[in-house]
């Protein structure tokens, strides 16, 4: 009886601290995150900047803007930009940045799951390590991009085997984004190992996708 009440203390002593912390909500996951990244400066995406060159700027939504890095690149070429993230620590933080470079970004805090993506709205839609928070919105991506319109996408591939910020597996497998956004003409698709420009993934080359994709103008009316 005695060692039973021991075993007892012993597990209570364990489990207890565990179950009284409560497990975060990818806001606070995300919103910890990028209070400890204030301040630091985070270079644009090189695959968008080429992907973006010698286009005439128009409409562009970036995904998942987190703290804008993208956003302000296009917009300081003169793109019209809207951009949304869960993290109103980050949204805050890009609304900052854009007013120290006198740029005008609209940045919103918003659910990729609820987000109105609208209808042919966007001229460009950028989703650069999202994954599945992507992927899942996909359909809706598509119908958000007017005729001649490109999605452009960098992430980590599933190669990887790390877990997300939330704990899940995170990163595309193979061919998945040629076949999520299959009602586009593939423009581009590269599978390769390369430095990702995502901090979390350590600075050293790793497995990495890169996408973009064009909705195809609407076919002509046979007379
Ligand atoms: C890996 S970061 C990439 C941020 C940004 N696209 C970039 O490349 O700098 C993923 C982003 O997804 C955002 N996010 C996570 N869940 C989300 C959701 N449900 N709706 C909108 N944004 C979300 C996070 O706050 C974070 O900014």
Known sequence: MKR????????????????AQPKKSPEQAWNELFAKREGKEHQFNKFLAETVKGRAPGKALDVGMGQGRNSLFLAALGWDVTGFDISDVGVKQAQAEAAKRGLKIDARVGDVDKFDYGKEKWDLVVG??????????????????????????????????????????????NN??????SALRTRYYQDTVDKADWDRSGGKPVPVVRFIGEKPEPAAKKK
Do not use: C, Q, W
């Open 4 to 19: 039973l009440f021991v075993v007892a203390a012993i597990l209570a002593a364990f489990v207890a601290p565990a179950a």
């Open 128 to 173: 650069m390590y999202m994954h599945e928070y992507l992927n899942r919105n996909a359909k809706r991506v598509v119908a958000s991009l007017k005729p001649g319109g490109l999605v452009v996408v960098e992430g980590i591939h599933r190669d990887i085997d790390k877990a997300s910020l939330t704990g899940d597996k995170y990163g595309y497998v």
């Open 176 to 181: 998945e984004l040629p076949k999520l956004f």
